[in-house]
């Protein structure tokens, strides 16, 4: 390397940590999971490439999650219920999908001749209980994990064990939303970080105090990752972000769950 | 410098080169904006600070933009209607506030004796018409601009001709959301970036078509952008997000609107 590109590379390393704030990257090449695999100590392999930080966020999406977690439906050995069957029919969906999708969920939010919207029993309010088709092989169907949190906080704890890196967990999953088209990255299951940072009580420039702002943290992260996770090649579930301010807690994701007595829109 | 800390910095330099995806950091101390001030060369004379490249993507607090157009509203000369004073009453609010919120709105989407739910004029759904009280001196409130896309493009065309620049640039706004607890940033004006990143037909890991994933990129931006603008000092309402792959479009954020008839929440 020439003196010239050395002092180049110096000046660039010294601007990018002047300014840059928060990195987002891909845990690169990530093996595919399959039911029953470990994926804690997957991850824990894999993250020993990578030069992990304190306080780094890791962002996971649910689906390797699911798989490891064995929560692959195969369809041949669903029988769809008499109203599985008619929500098929009016859909034009496959009823034995429709049956996985109720049994997973424990109401229904909305329902149309195209649209599904339950909550799962998880609380989590979104299309088809999160049951979906794609990243599983043959007639299957993958659901969301049953306690996303205590996932996250298994991966936690094996990170913090055998890697010595004190890191939050944020497993995520992509949702539709109301009154908004298109979709984004969610949180669904959390360790290490608080979902929802309170600013109220601050003071903005002219020392008023902000009324009511309670900033979903987790959500931001989550749909921060979920940029690169969409634009990386196919199998990125893995996602790393890198200097996020946040409060570490012990708190669930379904502190992200609005009430439904106060949701005006539920 | 000595040699091993320049070997160090070339190592990090090809390691955040190999491995960072995006980045995002805030133009710092950026000056207090004031009604009538030109904004688009403001923001310009301040990136000449940074080492702004083609393809950033410039997330802009439409605080700023909204104050340089004027859409601050003293208190002190609104009047309000007997409905607001109805509603001041009810939730306990200053009347002429919600006058403004209401002279902002096209609708009223969902009202109680805790909040007014309103469609804005220019469609977003969102509490009180994105009226706020914070960062503005007095008794005053601000609302959104009237035509955010038009302020982003503008704001474009200057950076395009002044610093050479092709970037993209999105106006965003907080907003709470229906379902879940706390507010997420979200793009309300949009210049040269395509609000939605269509992935359908594109094959998942086993060849299947993935169904209906069409995703709300801006919505995404706006959220990691989000992280930055709370966690900085105040007054940082201009975020640069790099490295994201996006399509240049001259679409609206009103595309990010669900159709009233197609949204089972409205």
Redesign the interface.
């Known amino acids: 390397?020439k003196s010239d590109e050395?002092s180049e590379?110096?000046f660039?390393?010294?601007?990018?940590q002047a300014?840059?704030?928060?990195?987002?990257?891909?845990l690169?090449d990530f093996p595919?999971i399959n039911p029953g695999d470990p994926l804690a100590d997957i991850i824990v392999d894999e993250l020993r490439k990578?030069?992990l930080k304190d306080r780094d966020i890791i962002v996971i999406a649910h689906t390797i999650v699911s798989k490891a977690e064995n929560k692959v439906f195969d369809l041949e050995t669903i029988t769809p219920s008499p109203f599985a069957l008619e929500i098929g029919k009016r859909q034009e969906k496959d009823p034995r999908k429709i049956e996985v999708i109720l049994r997973e969920s424990s109401e229904i939010i909305?329902m149309?001749d195209n649209?599904l919207?339950t909550a799962t029993h998880h609380g989590f309010?979104c299309a088809n209980s999160g049951i979906d088709?794609?990243?599983?092989?043959g007639e299957t169907v993958i659901s969301l994990p049953d306690d996303p949190d205590s996932s996250a906080r298994q991966i936690r704890e094996v990170i913090k064990k055998k890697l010595e890196k004190d890191v939050a967990i944020i497993i995520s999953d992509?949702f539709g939303?109301?009154?908004?088209?298109?979709?984004?990255?969610?949180a669904i299951g959390l360790a290490g970080i608080a979902?929802?940072?309170d600013?109220r009580g601050?003071?903005?420039?002219?020392g008023?105090e902000?009324?009511s702002?309670?900033?979903?943290?987790v959500?931001?992260?989550a749909?921060?990752a979920?940029?690169?996770m969409?634009?990386?090649d196919?199998?990125t579930p893995i996602i790393i972000v890198r200097?996020?301010?946040y409060s570490i807690s012990n708190e669930s994701a379904r502190?992200?769950?609005?009430e439904p007595t106060k949701?005006?829109?539920?």
Chains 1, 2 share one sequence.
């Not at 660039?12 to 990018?16: F, G, K, R, Y």
């Not at 088709?133 to 092989?137: C, Q, R």
């Not at 502190?255 to 609005?258: A, C, T, V």
């Open positions: 390397m050395r590379a110096i660039l390393l010294n601007w990018s300014t840059v704030n928060i990195s987002i990257f891909p690169r595919l990578m030069d909305r149309n649209v919207i309010i088709k794609s990243n599983t092989p992509t939303r109301p009154l908004r088209v298109g979709t984004v990255n969610f979902p929802l940072e600013i601050k003071k903005d420039l002219f008023y902000l009324k702002t309670i900033i979903a943290r959500d931001e992260v749909a921060a979920g940029i690169v969409g634009q990386a196919e199998g200097g996020v301010e502190e992200l769950i609005r949701d005006v829109f539920r």
